[in-house]
């Protein structure tokens, strides 16, 4: 069973930074795709950022030239640097890897930016 743990959310102030980690339980080779997406209370989950395991990258409109995915193979670590953060930004973050036409997801990690 793919396992998937989020870390590093928090409070920020609007402006700041963040860093969050996706630890797999797994070579991220082995995922087709792999990303992150988020949930606002009130509001359905929405995709941040993916990539594919041919290379692509895709970001939402919201956060481009804001936020970067990137990834650590041999910690089987992926992460979201989030920069110039919003109150817009404030939700719970969840990680997403995509295997075999299956979607599994962690647990989610909150981050929330105060004006």
């Known amino acids: 069973q793919v396992q998937l743990v989020e870390s590093g959310g928090g409070l920020v102030q609007a402006g700041g930074s963040l860093r969050l980690s996706c630890a797999a339980s797994e070579s991220i080779f082995s995922f087709d795709a792999m990303g992150w997406y988020r949930q606002a209370p009130g509001k359905q989950r929405e995709l941040v950022t993916t990539?594919?395991?041919?290379?692509?990258?895709n970001y939402a409109g919201s956060v481009k030239g804001r936020f970067t995915i990137s990834r650590d193979n041999a910690q089987n670590t992926v992460y979201l640097q989030m920069n110039i953060l919003k109150p817009e930004d404030t939700a719970v973050y969840y990680c997403?890897?995509?295997?075999?036409?299956?979607?599994?997801w962690g647990q989610g990690t909150q981050v929330t930016v105060s004006s």
């Open positions: 990539f594919a395991r041919g290379g692509s990258t």
């Open positions: 997403n890897a995509k295997k075999n036409w299956a979607s599994y």
